[in-house]
Protein backbone atom coordinates (compact mmCIF):
# COMPACT_ATOMS: atom_id res chain seq x y z
CA UNK A 1 0.00 0.00 0.00
CA UNK A 2 1.53 3.52 -0.97
CA UNK A 3 -0.44 5.08 1.67
CA UNK A 4 -0.36 9.76 1.41
CA UNK A 5 -0.88 9.63 5.05
CA UNK A 6 3.31 10.13 5.05
CA UNK A 7 3.66 12.95 3.22
CA UNK A 8 0.51 14.70 4.98
CA UNK A 9 1.72 14.03 8.38
CA UNK A 10 5.48 14.51 8.39
CA UNK A 11 5.36 18.05 8.36
CA UNK A 12 2.96 18.28 10.99
CA UNK A 13 4.62 15.87 13.50
CA UNK A 14 8.32 17.59 12.58
CA UNK A 15 8.16 20.97 12.96
CA UNK A 16 12.45 20.47 13.47
CA UNK A 17 14.59 22.12 11.63
CA UNK A 18 17.85 19.83 12.13
CA UNK A 19 15.77 16.90 11.63
CA UNK A 20 15.16 16.26 7.73
CA UNK A 21 12.24 13.97 6.42
CA UNK A 22 12.38 13.21 2.88
CA UNK A 23 8.56 12.89 2.44
CA UNK A 24 7.04 15.74 4.24
CA UNK A 25 4.97 18.13 2.22
CA UNK A 26 2.47 20.90 2.61
CA UNK A 27 1.36 20.55 6.00
CA UNK A 28 -2.39 19.86 6.00
CA UNK A 29 -4.46 22.86 8.03
CA UNK A 30 -7.17 20.04 9.00
CA UNK A 31 -4.56 18.30 10.88
CA UNK A 32 -3.90 18.76 14.35
CA UNK A 33 -0.33 19.51 15.17
CA UNK A 34 1.46 17.13 17.52
CA UNK A 35 1.33 17.66 21.34
CA UNK A 36 4.83 17.21 21.59
CA UNK A 37 6.41 19.77 19.02
CA UNK A 38 8.06 21.98 21.19
CA UNK A 39 10.14 19.21 22.81
CA UNK A 40 10.78 18.04 19.39
CA UNK A 41 12.20 21.31 18.09
CA UNK A 42 14.46 21.78 21.48
CA UNK A 43 15.75 18.39 21.32
CA UNK A 44 16.79 18.88 17.40
CA UNK A 45 18.43 22.16 18.31
CA UNK A 46 20.34 20.71 21.05
CA UNK A 47 21.20 18.00 17.99
CA UNK A 48 22.26 20.48 16.00
CA UNK A 49 24.08 22.70 18.92
CA UNK A 50 26.26 19.48 19.08
CA UNK A 51 27.57 19.85 15.63
CA UNK A 52 26.40 16.30 14.72
CA UNK A 53 26.80 15.16 11.05
CA UNK A 54 25.79 11.77 10.83
CA UNK A 55 23.16 11.40 8.44
CA UNK A 56 20.74 7.98 9.10
CA UNK A 57 17.44 7.06 6.99
CA UNK A 58 14.19 5.44 8.35
CA UNK A 59 11.04 4.31 6.68
CA UNK A 60 8.31 6.07 8.75
CA UNK A 61 5.75 4.04 6.91
CA UNK A 62 7.81 0.98 7.95
CA UNK A 63 7.96 1.89 11.46
CA UNK A 64 4.54 2.74 11.79
CA UNK A 65 3.28 -0.52 10.67
CA UNK A 66 5.92 -2.68 12.19
CA UNK A 67 5.53 -1.58 16.13
CA UNK A 68 3.51 -3.56 18.34
CA UNK A 69 0.79 -0.43 18.62
CA UNK A 70 0.22 -0.50 14.68
CA UNK A 71 0.18 -4.05 14.02
CA UNK A 72 -2.55 -4.20 16.80
CA UNK A 73 -4.12 -1.34 15.53
CA UNK A 74 -4.45 -2.01 11.81
CA UNK A 75 -5.77 -6.01 12.68
CA UNK A 76 -8.20 -4.66 14.44
CA UNK A 77 -9.38 -2.18 11.85
CA UNK A 78 -9.39 -5.20 9.28
CA UNK A 79 -11.84 -7.22 11.56
CA UNK A 80 -13.98 -4.00 11.74
CA UNK A 81 -14.11 -3.72 8.28
CA UNK A 82 -15.23 -7.56 7.54
CA UNK A 83 -18.77 -7.07 7.41
CA UNK A 84 -18.28 -4.07 4.58
CA UNK A 85 -16.15 -6.40 3.04
CA UNK A 86 -19.02 -9.24 3.03
CA UNK A 87 -21.74 -6.82 2.34
CA UNK A 88 -19.57 -5.97 -1.02
CA UNK A 89 -19.31 -8.98 -1.77
CA UNK A 90 -22.42 -10.15 -1.54
CA UNK A 91 -23.56 -7.21 -4.16
CA UNK A 92 -20.98 -8.21 -6.31
CA UNK A 93 -21.98 -11.51 -6.71
CA UNK A 94 -25.96 -10.76 -7.26
CA UNK A 95 -24.08 -8.09 -10.02
CA UNK A 96 -22.47 -11.71 -11.58
CA UNK A 97 -25.60 -13.50 -11.26
CA UNK A 98 -27.55 -11.39 -12.93
CA UNK A 99 -24.96 -11.08 -15.89
CA UNK A 100 -24.70 -14.72 -16.64
CA UNK A 101 -28.18 -14.41 -16.71
CA UNK A 102 -28.45 -12.64 -19.32
CA UNK A 103 -25.97 -14.15 -21.40
CA UNK A 104 -27.49 -17.88 -20.54
CA UNK A 105 -31.32 -16.69 -21.19
CA UNK A 106 -30.73 -13.69 -23.83
CA UNK A 107 -32.14 -15.52 -26.54
CA UNK A 108 -35.02 -16.44 -24.89
CA UNK A 109 -36.14 -13.13 -23.35
CA UNK A 110 -38.44 -10.72 -25.08
CA UNK A 111 -37.17 -7.57 -26.19
CA UNK A 112 -38.61 -6.19 -23.27
CA UNK A 113 -37.65 -8.36 -20.82
CA UNK A 114 -33.96 -8.18 -21.97
CA UNK A 115 -33.99 -4.48 -21.78
CA UNK A 116 -35.16 -4.36 -18.31
CA UNK A 117 -32.88 -6.90 -16.80
CA UNK A 118 -30.04 -4.81 -18.92
CA UNK A 119 -31.21 -1.67 -16.90
CA UNK A 120 -31.41 -3.55 -13.80
CA UNK A 121 -27.63 -5.21 -13.93
CA UNK A 122 -26.69 -1.15 -14.82
CA UNK A 123 -28.46 0.08 -11.82
CA UNK A 124 -26.54 -2.49 -9.48
CA UNK A 125 -23.39 -2.43 -10.81
CA UNK A 126 -22.99 1.64 -10.41
CA UNK A 127 -24.26 1.12 -6.69
CA UNK A 128 -21.97 -1.71 -6.34
CA UNK A 129 -19.16 0.93 -7.21
CA UNK A 130 -20.43 3.87 -5.68
CA UNK A 131 -20.44 1.30 -2.36
CA UNK A 132 -16.80 0.20 -3.17
CA UNK A 133 -15.69 3.60 -3.13
CA UNK A 134 -17.30 4.91 -0.28
CA UNK A 135 -15.87 2.15 1.65
CA UNK A 136 -12.01 2.72 0.29
CA UNK A 137 -12.19 5.79 1.42
CA UNK A 138 -13.88 5.20 4.65
CA UNK A 139 -10.81 2.90 5.67
CA UNK A 140 -8.65 4.68 4.28
CA UNK A 141 -9.69 7.50 6.79
CA UNK A 142 -9.45 5.17 9.56
CA UNK A 143 -5.56 4.55 8.48
CA UNK A 144 -4.80 7.62 8.45
CA UNK A 145 -6.12 8.26 11.66
CA UNK A 146 -4.42 5.46 13.20
CA UNK A 147 -1.17 6.14 11.75
CA UNK A 148 -1.69 10.11 12.57
CA UNK A 149 -1.52 9.17 15.93
CA UNK A 150 1.02 6.56 16.27
CA UNK A 151 3.10 9.37 14.02
CA UNK A 152 2.81 11.67 16.68
CA UNK A 153 3.92 9.48 19.63
CA UNK A 154 7.29 8.13 17.55
CA UNK A 155 7.98 11.30 16.69
CA UNK A 156 9.85 12.69 19.77
CA UNK A 157 11.13 9.03 19.89
CA UNK A 158 13.06 9.39 16.70
CA UNK A 159 14.15 13.05 17.43
CA UNK A 160 15.76 11.52 20.96
CA UNK A 161 17.05 8.21 19.00
CA UNK A 162 19.02 11.17 16.59
CA UNK A 163 20.38 13.19 19.30
CA UNK A 164 21.54 10.28 21.21
CA UNK A 165 23.62 8.75 18.62
CA UNK A 166 24.85 11.58 17.28
CA UNK A 167 22.40 12.05 13.80
CA UNK A 168 22.05 15.78 12.35
CA UNK A 169 19.81 14.37 9.71
CA UNK A 170 17.61 11.46 9.32
CA UNK A 171 15.33 10.95 5.90
CA UNK A 172 12.39 9.27 5.29
CA UNK A 173 13.13 6.27 2.80
CA UNK A 174 9.35 5.48 2.76
CA UNK A 175 9.16 5.90 -1.29
CA UNK A 176 11.86 4.38 -3.13
CA UNK A 177 14.12 6.40 -5.60
CA UNK A 178 13.03 8.24 -7.83
CA UNK A 179 9.73 9.28 -5.91
CA UNK A 180 11.88 9.29 -3.04
CA UNK A 181 14.86 11.54 -2.04
CA UNK A 182 17.41 8.74 -1.00
CA UNK A 183 19.08 6.95 -4.16
CA UNK A 184 20.89 5.10 -1.99
CA UNK A 185 21.88 4.31 1.32
CA UNK A 186 24.10 2.16 3.48
CA UNK A 187 21.95 -0.49 5.36
CA UNK A 188 23.75 0.69 8.61
CA UNK A 189 22.43 4.13 8.39
CA UNK A 190 18.58 2.71 8.46
CA UNK A 191 17.49 3.59 12.34
CA UNK A 192 14.10 1.72 11.62
CA UNK A 193 14.65 -1.38 13.51
CA UNK A 194 16.09 0.42 16.48
CA UNK A 195 12.92 3.12 16.31
CA UNK A 196 10.82 0.49 16.06
CA UNK A 197 11.92 -0.99 19.37
CA UNK A 198 12.44 1.82 21.26
CA UNK A 199 9.08 2.96 20.52
CA UNK A 200 7.45 -0.56 21.22
CA UNK A 201 9.24 -0.23 24.84
CA UNK A 202 7.32 3.17 25.64
CA UNK A 203 4.23 2.47 24.24
CA UNK A 204 4.26 -0.76 26.41
CA UNK A 205 1.88 -2.67 23.91
CA UNK A 206 2.83 -6.31 23.81
CA UNK A 207 4.08 -7.56 20.31
CA UNK A 208 1.09 -9.41 18.58
CA UNK A 209 1.05 -13.44 18.41
CA UNK A 210 1.78 -12.59 14.28
CA UNK A 211 4.71 -10.64 15.17
CA UNK A 212 6.91 -12.73 14.13
CA UNK A 213 5.15 -11.94 10.47
CA UNK A 214 6.24 -8.03 10.49
CA UNK A 215 8.78 -7.88 12.59
CA UNK A 216 12.09 -5.51 11.66
CA UNK A 217 14.61 -7.78 10.08
CA UNK A 218 18.89 -7.76 11.00
CA UNK A 219 19.32 -5.10 8.44
CA UNK A 220 16.91 -2.88 9.66
CA UNK A 221 13.91 -3.27 6.66
CA UNK A 222 10.98 -3.91 8.26
CA UNK A 223 7.72 -5.78 6.26
CA UNK A 224 4.72 -4.33 5.78
CA UNK A 225 1.82 -6.15 7.26
CA UNK A 226 -0.94 -6.90 4.65
CA UNK A 227 -3.76 -4.08 4.63
CA UNK A 228 -7.01 -4.94 5.77
CA UNK A 229 -8.60 -6.42 2.93
CA UNK A 230 -11.71 -4.09 3.14
CA UNK A 231 -9.68 -0.69 2.76
CA UNK A 232 -8.54 -1.43 -0.88
CA UNK A 233 -11.47 -3.23 -2.60
CA UNK A 234 -11.10 -3.19 -6.64
CA UNK A 235 -13.58 -1.91 -8.68
CA UNK A 236 -15.42 -4.62 -10.75
CA UNK A 237 -15.15 -3.60 -14.03
CA UNK A 238 -18.40 -1.41 -15.60
CA UNK A 239 -20.33 -3.12 -18.07
CA UNK A 240 -22.96 -1.29 -19.34
CA UNK A 241 -24.78 -3.96 -21.87
CA UNK A 242 -27.12 -2.54 -24.74
CA UNK A 243 -29.81 -4.51 -26.31
CA UNK A 244 -27.81 -5.75 -29.31
CA UNK A 245 -24.41 -6.88 -27.03
CA UNK A 246 -23.25 -9.07 -24.94
CA UNK A 247 -21.82 -7.82 -21.81
CA UNK A 248 -18.76 -9.42 -19.93
CA UNK A 249 -19.03 -11.89 -18.02
CA UNK A 250 -17.24 -11.81 -15.14
CA UNK A 251 -16.09 -9.62 -12.58
CA UNK A 252 -13.87 -9.88 -9.55
CA UNK A 253 -15.02 -9.67 -6.34
CA UNK A 254 -13.58 -6.59 -4.24
CA UNK A 255 -10.57 -7.37 -2.11
Known sequence: ?????????????????AITLGQAGSTDSALPSAPSAAN???????????????????????????????????EALGKKLEPKQTELKNQNDEVE??????????????EEARNNLVKQIEQKQKALERAVQDARDDAQNQQNEIAQRILQKMAPVIVKYAGDK???????TSNPWPQGPVLWAAPSADITKAIVEAYNIQSGVPAPARAAATKP?????????????ATKPATPAATKPQANTQPQTSTQPPK
Open 97 to 110: SLKKQLNTQSDKLT
Open 217 to 229: SASGATTKPAAPA
Open 166 to 172: GFGVIVD
Open 40 to 74: TVNAATEVSAAGASKVGTINIEQAIFASNEGQRDF
Open 1 to 17: MKNKFVRFLLAAVFAAP
